[in-house]
């Protein structure tokens, strides 16, 4: 089998460590527009962007980052098949506790670690939120984009590029995407970042690029199906006073619209509307010379 076929169907989930859940669930909640699935005072807070359980897990903990992400795999045979792969590379993964599947609300689950320190969390058989419990927005016209297409994505920093891409694409089995080679600004330092995609197709779930950032994480991004709720949020972030990081504005790479506010763990929300689907029957590699098409600009201080 080769590991074009041994892809993960989608990134299911997300796991972030957090010194403040309270900062947290004001953000996510009433500003961004999430689903309060579960609140354990003072030790966990559980969101929601569809009728998954939980897409977005804060633990308490004295350091703000990105601690885990979760790759979906259809059935427990994919899952078997991608953990044999793994282990044939010299890669340590274990079985995870019954503990730790109830805490990810999946039926099985093996872990790993990336040359970044987050752990990669492969499982099969998701819980889905009750059918009297639908998704349900405080803030937002629409929807999330998640279901099969996975909560997001994200993008790691790295102070070892060439030791990342190979975790990617030769351990995990992602599918590369494109590359975005660009200067942030004239004369500026040169963004180098490695798009990757599961086999449902979000142009990306995972990118990696090695930039001057103090955490694991520079950004995670949420997708909306009614562009005017990205409108909407950037909005409520303006009002609410939150450090916008890039206005408006549309990728190439993605065909994404959207925008990037500082979260209170200070890593990037990026909130997007339009992120394009890659048919891996009908997809070349590409390298783009720029990060946006138009906008994204960094608010004059």
């Given at each position: ?41 003072g030790s966990r807070l ?56 109830i805490n990810r609300c ?143 504005g549309h990728h190439p ?49």
């Open positions: 089998m080769n590991t074009f076929e041994l892809s993960p169907s989608s990134l299911g989930y997300f796991v972030f460590n957090a010194t403040n859940l309270n900062s947290w669930k004001e953000f996510a909640v009433d500003i961004i527009g999430m689903h309060l699935a579960d609140e354990q005072e559980l969101l929601r962007l569809d009728d998954r359980a939980q897409r977005f897990i804060f633990e308490q903990s004295d350091e703000d980052d990105l601690a885990a992400v979760g790759w979906e795999f259809d059935t427990e045979q994919e899952l078997e098949n991608i953990v044999a792969h793994i282990k044939s590379e010299g890669v340590s993964i274990e079985l995870a506790s019954n503990e730790l599947c999946v039926e099985k689950l093996y872990t790993c670690m990336d040359p970044n320190g987050v752990q990669h969390e492969l499982y099969f058989a998701p819980a889905f939120a009750a059918l009297k419990e639908p998704f349900n927005s405080p803030v937002m016209l629409g929807d999330f984009i998640a279901g099969k297409l996975g909560a997001g994505h994200y993008v790691s920093v790295t102070q070892d590029a060439a030791a990342t891409e190979h975790f990617f694409l030769n351990i995990l089995c992602l599918r590369l995407s494109d590359y975005i080679r660009a200067e942030l600004g004239p004369g500026g330092p040169l963004l180098d970042t490695t798009f990757l995609h599961t086999k449902t197709g979000r142009h990306h779930s995972a990118a990696f690029a090695a930039m001057p950032f103090p955490k694991k994480l520079h950004h995670v991004m949420i997708q909306v199906e009614n562009m005017n709720d990205v409108g909407l949020a950037y909005d409520r972030c303006k009002q609410a006073n939150l450090p916008i990081v890039m206005e408006l790479n993605d065909q994404m619209f959207s925008f990037y506010v500082q979260t209170p763990g200070g890593f990037v929300l990026e909130f997007g509307w339009g992120g394009i689907v890659i048919d891996d029957n009908d997809w070349s590699v590409k390298s783009y010379s720029q990060l946006s098409d138009w906008g994204h600009q960094q608010p004059v201080s």
